[in-house]
């Protein structure tokens, strides 16, 4: 990678710097923006001269990727002078001499804001290296609440290095990767960036899963003539029909991302040639008449139900409400001609921009005053109220902000007919707290369409809802369980906080009282160790196991806290083993260690020995998945139950042992975006460990054909079936199967067999 892949002449490079930018200019020049070339020039002249000499890892001028990303926030984001020059000036004060007074003194506060937000820091809040990025991330938020433009900028920038991530190391494409699919591509959504987060999910998924990426792209490639016959005849008629009424409009075929593609085939078992829904229909009309808009969305649409069949349920009008990321359009499925439903999006040009660039396009338009507005100011004050009072832990901070993330929306009626947005999934509780905390502290019941429903009941679009309190109810542990709301979430859990309290602070004495009983000091060092040897997340965490007596400082403790301190050892000790621990309490980042729920097949998983590594795993190298005689130098996780052969990631755990999950594991993601520098690239050796691998079997019940599938199962293929669980109901039934294998190949070969037996309709491996 040192080689660099061009032989350009500086001479040959500065031209092409220059050219960038000038590609750059002429861009913003076209945009309808007021014209401040000066500053943005001066920007450019400021960050090339700062830059120089340094290098990407392609090799390219480091200068290259401020441009790129100038010019992402100028044509794809669509936004002006400040933030072109933020974006030319964003990477200044991290990777070089210069400081935000200096870029304020250059080009004036609110420049030197956004780039002051976009720098990264070490360190932080939540003080552990690992969750930089999360401190990172809550930095960024925390300038986007003032000025949303910020966070703009971020994307861009985040998209032009999932562009260029081919030229990074493995184990920091899985992390950056992880990132963007659990951060970023949400908060894409969230802000109505559109074509952003849809190619934000397709490069993460590129680089996590080349194959099946690869696969699917030849796929489309292939059925791309049948495709395009069948759109024709599909869209020929609408279009006359659409000319005949003299509507202006533009026509064309969007087809789904290979990334939900991939979604689909996942979730509902289906092989590519099963995803017909590859295309939906796009009409952008022109409009110069706001007020016509709906009028004429109406009209296409009964032109397209005059000549197609409509589906009763998937009508989606999102011009009356139109959902809180600012979309709207007016949706409808239609059974084409060749039998197969398939959407059409109605919108005017307006209504296009809005959805592809999201927010941005709003200040195009102007709408200032709106409702669009407001529901953006309403989720920044959530998002800022979740800042204000940061989670301790870092991981329950990205989870809760993750949450918040989520687009799709319910709308309930309170009883006085006041209109409520809520995340869907949201519960009677997340209702009450969303009222008010204290209605939220309070609540004991609902009403939802005047009936008496729990605070565990969720709620649906359209419902009228009422809270119900008591004036004796306190918070509980349990109702987290019942909330999806991130607001809701941080308030219970403040107010568990302060439940906790009396028990912390005798935890605190005890604590205390065990230093000088043992005449140990406190000091950093000593706490993490103890924070990492009880799994504790921080040190109310661990005073509260303390006072509530759920573990105690056993002697051996003292001695290798006085030997790690006479030796300066900070290596994470073996002490789990041996540690005295009451009561069920699980670590996110260890979980696969402690709760294995499936008792009858993990058996012989744990007579699989493991052996700690004897050196510091070199993450910038990647971990080979051995398997010996001795045992194996990984273990695999229990939460998504990786096979040989599966894309898959190491991260290394508190016990120094590499743990195998799959890419797509959730809880992988949350460690790649939480502890992105424990994260290993893995490739697979050859390893004689026969793995567990669960399939779905679902077909039309007929006499003989579970006898049939079992004997192809074991007889036939000489698989190991270890739990079968059949469910026949009516003409339908559904196999559950957990069998043993030697990697994906024999997965695959199976489900293939099984789809042969007469009668079976899908096989598919569940994730
Ligand atoms: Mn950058």
């Not at 070490?122 to 991330?137: M, R, Y």
């Amino acid at each position: 990678m040192d080689s660099k892949p061009t032989a350009l002449t500086p001479a040959q490079e500065d031209k092409m710097i220059e050219d960038a930018f000038k590609d750059l200019l002429d861009g913003y020049l076209n945009s309808n923006h007021r014209k401040k070339v000066e500053i943005i020039e001066r920007a450019f002249r400021f960050a090339k001269e700062a830059h120089s000499g340094i290098r990407r890892r392609s090799g390219e001028p480091y200068i290259m990727h401020p441009i790129a990303v100038a010019k992402i926030v100028s044509k794809e984001i669509g936004l002006g002078s400040t933030s072109i020059c933020a974006a030319l000036l964003h990477d200044v004060v991290e990777d070089t001499e210069y400081t935000v007074d200096d870029i304020e003194q250059n080009f004036g506060p609110k420049i030197a804001q956004f780039v002051e937000g976009l720098t990264k820091i070490s360190g932080g809040i939540f003080g552990d290296k690992a969750s930089v990025q999360a401190e990172n991330f809550r930095k960024l938020l925390l300038t986007m609440s003032e000025d949303i433009r910020v966070v703009l900028i971020k994307m861009a920038d985040r998209l032009h290095n999932m562009r260029t991530l081919g030229s990074m190391a493995p184990n920091k494409r899985y992390k950056i990767a992880g990132e963007t699919l659990y951060i970023y591509a949400p908060l894409a959504h969230r802000l109505g960036l559109f074509a952003i987060k849809t190619e934000l999910e397709d490069l993460s998924f590129k680089h996590e899963h080349p194959d099946i990426y690869r696969q699917i792209s030849e796929k489309i490639h292939e059925s791309e003539a049948r495709r395009s016959a069948v759109y024709s005849d599909f869209s020929e008629p609408i279009k006359r029909k659409l000319d005949s009424i003299g509507i202006k409009y533009d026509a064309k075929a969007r087809l789904k991302s290979i990334y939900s593609i991939y979604n689909k085939m996942e979730t509902k078992h289906l092989p590519f040639e099963e995803v017909y829904d590859l295309y939906a229909m796009r009409i952008v009309f022109e409009c110069d008449d706001q007020s016509k808009e709906k009028a004429i969305c109406w009209s296409i649409y009964s032109a397209i139900t005059d000549l197609y069949q409509l589906h009763p349920t998937r009508t989606r009008d999102w011009i009356a409400t139109p959902k809180a990321n600012g979309y709207q359009a007016l949706h409808l499925t239609v059974m084409g001609p060749d039998g197969n439903w398939i959407e059409v999006q109605i919108r005017s040009r307006r209504m296009d921009e809005i959805a592809e660039k999201g927010f941005a396009a709003h200040w195009k338009y102007k709408i200032g005053e709106g409702d669009e507005e407001s529901e953006l100011n309403a989720w920044l004050r959530t998002i800022k109220d979740i800042l204000d009072n940061p989670e301790p832990s870092a991981i329950d901070f990205l989870n809760t902000l993750k949450l918040n993330l989520f687009a799709s929306e319910i709308v309930v009626f309170t009883p006085a007919g006041e209109l409520l947005t809520l995340p869907s999934g949201s519960t009677v509780l997340d209702l009450a707290f969303n009222l008010h905390s204290e209605i939220g502290m309070r609540c004991i019941a609902g009403k939802v369409n005047h009936k008496l429903v729990p605070l565990s009941h969720v709620l649906r679009s359209g419902d009228q809802a009422e809270v119900l309190t008591s004036k004796t109810q306190t918070p509980q542990p349990e109702w987290e369980n019942h909330l999806v709301t991130a607001k809701a979430k941080t308030r219970l859990r403040q107010a568990l906080r302060k439940m906790r309290q009396p028990m912390i602070a005798e935890g605190r004495k005890i604590f205390e009282k065990w230093l000088a009983d043992n005449d140990i000091q406190e000091s950093n060092a000593v706490i993490s160790k103890i924070l990492g040897t009880f799994h504790a997340s921080g040190r109310d965490d661990l005073y509260y196991q303390l006072g509530a007596q759920e573990i105690v400082l056993a002697d051996f403790l003292v001695k290798t806290l006085k030997k790690s301190a006479a030796h300066g050892d900070d290596r994470k000790t073996g002490l789990l083993s041996t540690i005295i621990k009451f009561g069920k309490k699980v670590m996110p980042t260890t979980s696969s260690s402690s709760n294995t729920e499936t008792a009858d097949t993990s058996a012989d998983d744990a007579t699989e020995k493991i052996l700690t590594p004897e050196k510091k795993i070199n993450t910038k190298e990647i971990y080979r998945l051995k398997h010996t005689a001795d045992g194996a130098n990984y273990k695999l996780a229990q939460c998504c139950h990786p096979i040989h052969g599966d894309d898959v990631m190491g991260f290394i755990n508190d016990e120094g042992i590499v743990e195998i999950h799959s890419l797509d594991c959730p809880e992988a993601q949350v460690l790649k975006a939480g502890y992105g520098s424990r994260i290993v690239a893995t490739e697979w050796d050859t390893a004689p460990e026969r793995f567990l691998a669960h399939l779905k079997i679902e077909g039309i019940d007929r006499h003989g054909i579970l006898q049939e599938l079992i004997q192809l199962i074991s007889t036939h293929m000489g698989i190991d079936i270890r739990k079968l669980e059949i469910e026949a109901s009516g003409e339908v039934f559904e196999c559950d199967l957990w069998v043993k294998v030697a990697d994906v190949e024999a997965v695959s070969d199976l489900c293939r067999q099984a789809r042969s037996i007469d009668g079976v309709t899908s096989a598919a491996r569940v994730h």
